[in-house]
């Protein structure tokens, strides 16, 4: 079985919904969570921090640099993943259908390389 990360990714420009709004989605993606589980394609998953929680380390020049925010300036950020197991890349991608519908979210498919 070959690996994958099903990352999640948002955008800055839509407004974060209250945690009344969030409730629905956090069901349905524990749900999702679930079914991953019994299917034996679990690996692990989580979510992630407001990106504006993040801390870039460069320490690729003399001196390490460390700076508060992401990496990169963007308009969406990574905002949570899974890593599953799957057979191919058409049963990862039909996992990644059923997990960006109940996160709501754009979902990223892609496979860890081989060793």
């Known amino acids: 079985m070959a690996e994958y990360l099903l990352s999640v990714h948002h955008d800055y420009d839509t407004e974060f919904p209250s945690l009344e709004e969030m409730q629905p989605v956090f069901e349905a993606v524990d749900r999702f969570n679930q079914k991953v589980r019994d299917a034996g394609a679990w690996v692990f998953a989580g979510g992630l921090t407001p990106v504006q929680q993040a801390t870039t380390v460069d320490n690729t020049g003399d001196t390490p640099i460390v700076s508060d925010g992401p990496y990169a300036e963007s308009k969406e950020y990574l905002g949570g993943f899974w890593m599953i197991q799957a057979a191919d890349l058409d ?12 996160c709501r979210g754009k979902v990223e498919v892609r496979p860890f390389q081989g060793e």
């Open 91 to 102: 049963e990862a991608l039909q996992w990644a259908k059923e997990g960006s519908a109940a």
